[in-house]
């Protein structure tokens, strides 16, 4: 069982940056995948950015690619999103995600076990 917990969302202006951080309980942490995810309202949850467990291979949604970046350090059992030249289309509720499958790095929700209960992002204009 892995459980996971955001912080660091906030409010900022458009151009500005913020760092996610997601902590994990559990030695399970290193054996994990971990994914962001974010949710506007009225829109489906969408990938942003994944990291496999050891390799520390990356995956990015394009609308993010260049702005933002993820990481992890084992040791903390924390993954990170780094996010800059945010956009008010950045807004939304950002999500932690950990998927067993840990060699990969998956844009789907639905391959991923354990979430977190997710920090707010506003973007403003």
């Known amino acids: 069982q892995v459980q996971l917990v955001e912080s660091g969302g906030g409010l900022v202006q458009a151009g500005g940056s913020l760092r996610l951080s997601c902590s994990s309980s559990g030695r399970a942490f290193s054996r994990y995948a971990m994914g962001w995810f974010r949710q506007a309202p009225g829109k489906e949850r969408e990938f942003v950015a994944a990291?496999?467990?050891?390799?520390?291979?990356?995956s990015y949604a394009d609308s993010v690619k260049g702005r933002f970046t993820i990481s992890r350090d084992n040791a903390k059992t924390t993954v990170y999103l780094q996010m800059n030249s945010l956009k008010p289309e950045d807004t939304a509720v950002y999500y932690c995600?950990?998927?067993?499958?840990?060699?990969?790095?998956?844009?789907?929700?639905?391959?991923?076990?354990?979430w977190g209960q997710g920090t707010q992002v506003a973007v403003s204009s």
């Open positions: 995600a950990a998927d067993p499958w840990n060699f990969r790095v998956s844009p789907r929700p639905e391959d991923y076990d354990f």
């Open positions: 990291i496999t467990c050891r390799t520390g291979n990356t």
